[in-house]
Nanobody, 126 residues
């Protein structure tokens, strides 16, 4: 049974860091890339990052480039999203999702994903 479970959300002050984990089961990261999305009320869900173990690469939305890092997390048996220098534009519900492919093809489109986690809330305050 395929599952993705996020954890690590919370409330932090601007400039601080959070690390989200995405624990997976029912598949391997060699078979599928993992995408990270965030959503705020009234807006569409947007992709912030994708990482591919098979391709050994990661991709980022321009708004988080240089601040966020996504990769394989052996401890979580899945992936992580390290978020540094958080700002007031970063809050939302963060989701990890399984891409249909082993590479980050068209990772910005949520139609390319077939399984999603339940999401974890991230809040950033001044």
């Amino acid at each position: 049974q395929v599952q993705l479970v996020e954890s690590g959300g919370g409330s932090v002050q601007t400039g601080k860091s959070l690390r989200l984990s995405c624990r997976i089961s029912g598949f391997t990261l060699e078979q599928h890339a993992i995408g990270w999305f965030r959503q705020v009320p009234g807006k569409e869900r947007e992709a912030v990052s994708c990482f591919s173990t098979a391709g050994q690469n990661s991709f980022y939305h321009f708004a988080v480039e240089g601040r966020f890092t996504s990769a394989f997390d052996s401890a979580a048996k899945g992936g992580y999203l390290q978020m540094n220098r958080l700002n007031v534009l970063d809050p939302g519900v963060y989701y990890c999702a399984r891409l249909k492919y082993d590479r980050c093809y068209n990772y910005g489109s949520d139609y390319e994903y077939d399984f999603w986690g339940q999401g974890t809330q991230v809040n950033v305050f001044v």
